[in-house]
């Protein structure tokens, strides 16, 4: 919906993995699903052990123990992964991605609602799946916001409440890299839902596509909205404030925006993270102070 400012991401949210983590291998993967991407021996010193400016020879030497002694984690010399995530170190080409598309009552999480939810899956660079349906906000949709999405009171009446509407979402979302257009303000709401509904929140990878834009096609389109971006992507299906199209046509545009990152070589999830997000190496945890924003 338009091209908003890219908002900030609240750092207030809880941290999953940060309670209880007693162990140095604990404290090491809480950093990393903070930073949400391998990190470095001199941040696994800083902060997972306490020791800002530690030599890097020791940082080096800490982390290839820590790492030895923790099958969860994997050293390559230069950082640290977490071995069951470490997909952040793939070929673009190979990762699996959801994309997600939101319809919602109004701008802020809690005093509005998601009134339809629609989704993708990208594997191989094509589409291979799909997942859309309505939502019942419970309460009424404004009017003017019926004549921007077309959805009425009377389609949603019936349809699933988010209490049965995210799980299915959750369900299809699986662990797949996360990525939305204007991405803070989709993962705000639907985190604020999942939270709500005492379900943690998504921790797994995410890009945002406005954001890939901008960074990469400076100069080339004269705006980063979906639908400029979907005319430059030549997708075959139209942005329409309906959820399904505008996941899809994000799919389009975040194929051909890798195809631009892959020239001449094996991009890596890691790498494409740090451009197509608002603040890098952070996962799916945008706030609800970040949709109120977007």
Same mark, same amino acid.
């Given at each position: 919906?338009?091209?908003?400012?890219?908002?900030?991401?609240?750092?207030?949210?809880?941290? +999953?993995?940060?309670?209880?983590?007693?162990?140095?291998?604990?404290?090491?993967? $809480?950093? =990393?699903?903070?930073?949400?991407?391998? #990190?470095?021996?001199?941040?696994?010193?800083?902060?997972?052990?306490?020791?800002?400016?530690?030599?890097?020879?020791?940082?080096?030497?800490?982390?290839?123990? =820590? $790492?030895?002694?923790?099958?969860?984690?994997?050293?390559?010399?230069?950082? =640290?992964?977490?071995? &069951?995530?470490?997909?952040?170190? !793939?070929?673009?080409?190979?990762?699996?991605?959801?994309?997600?598309?939101?319809?919602?009552?109004?701008?802020?999480?809690?005093?509005?609602?998601?009134?339809? =939810?629609?989704?993708?899956?990208?594997?191989?660079? &094509? /589409?291979?799946?799909?997942?859309?349906?309505?939502?019942?906000?419970?309460?009424?949709?404004?009017?003017?916001?019926?004549?921007?999405?077309?959805?009425?009171? !009377?389609?949603?009446?019936?349809? +699933?409440?988010?209490?049965?509407?995210?799980?299915?979402?959750?369900?299809?979302?699986?662990?797949? #890299?996360?990525?939305?257009?204007?991405? +803070?303000?989709?993962?705000?709401?639907?985190?604020?839902?999942? *939270?709500?509904?005492?379900?943690?929140?998504?921790?797994?990878?995410? @890009?945002?596509?406005?954001?890939?834009?901008?960074?990469? @096609? $400076?100069? #080339?389109?004269?705006?980063?909205? @979906?639908?400029?971006?979907?005319?430059?992507?030549?997708?075959?299906?139209? +942005?329409?404030?309906?959820?399904?199209?505008?996941?899809?046509?994000?799919?389009?545009?975040? /194929?051909? *925006?890798?195809?631009?990152?892959?020239?001449?070589?094996?991009?890596?999830?890691?790498?494409?993270?740090?451009?197509? %997000?608002?603040?890098?190496? %952070?996962?799916?945890?945008?706030?609800?102070?970040?949709?109120?924003?977007?």
């Amino acid at each position: 919906m338009g091209d908003p400012a890219p908002p900030m991401i609240p750092s207030a949210l809880p941290t +999953p993995g940060s309670e209880g983590a007693h162990t140095a291998g604990d404290r090491v993967r $809480a950093l =990393i699903t903070r930073e949400g991407r391998p #990190v470095t021996a001199g941040e696994v010193a800083a902060g997972a052990l306490g020791l800002a400016g530690c030599p890097d020879p020791v940082a080096r030497r800490l982390a290839g123990d =820590i $790492a030895a002694g923790d099958a969860r984690l994997a050293w390559d010399g230069e950082r =640290i992964a977490d071995a &069951c995530g470490a997909r952040e170190l !793939a070929p673009l080409a190979t990762t699996c991605f959801c994309i997600v598309d939101i319809e919602t009552t109004g701008g802020a999480p809690g005093s509005s609602g998601i009134t339809e =939810i629609g989704a993708v899956r990208v594997e191989g660079m &094509c /589409i291979t799946e799909r997942f859309s349906t309505l939502v019942d906000p419970e309460h009424p949709i404004p009017s003017h916001i019926t004549g921007i999405t077309g959805i009425n009171d !009377a389609m949603v009446a019936g349809q +699933p409440v988010i209490e049965v509407a995210l799980p299915a979402f959750i369900a299809f979302a699986r662990e797949d #890299v996360l990525v939305a257009h204007n991405a +803070p303000f989709d993962l705000g709401f639907l985190n604020y839902e999942r *939270l709500r509904l005492r379900d943690g929140y998504f921790t797994q990878p995410w @890009l945002d596509t406005l954001v890939l834009s901008r960074r990469l @096609l $400076a100069g #080339v389109v004269p705006r980063h909205d @979906l639908a400029t971006l979907a005319h430059w992507a030549r997708a075959s299906v139209r +942005p329409s404030h309906r959820a399904l199209d505008d996941a899809e046509a994000t799919a389009h545009v975040l /194929i051909a *925006l890798i195809g631009l990152l892959t020239v001449g070589a094996g991009t890596t999830l890691d790498a494409a993270m740090h451009l197509g %997000q608002h603040g890098a190496g %952070q996962r799916a945890r945008g706030g609800a102070e970040a949709a109120a924003a977007a």
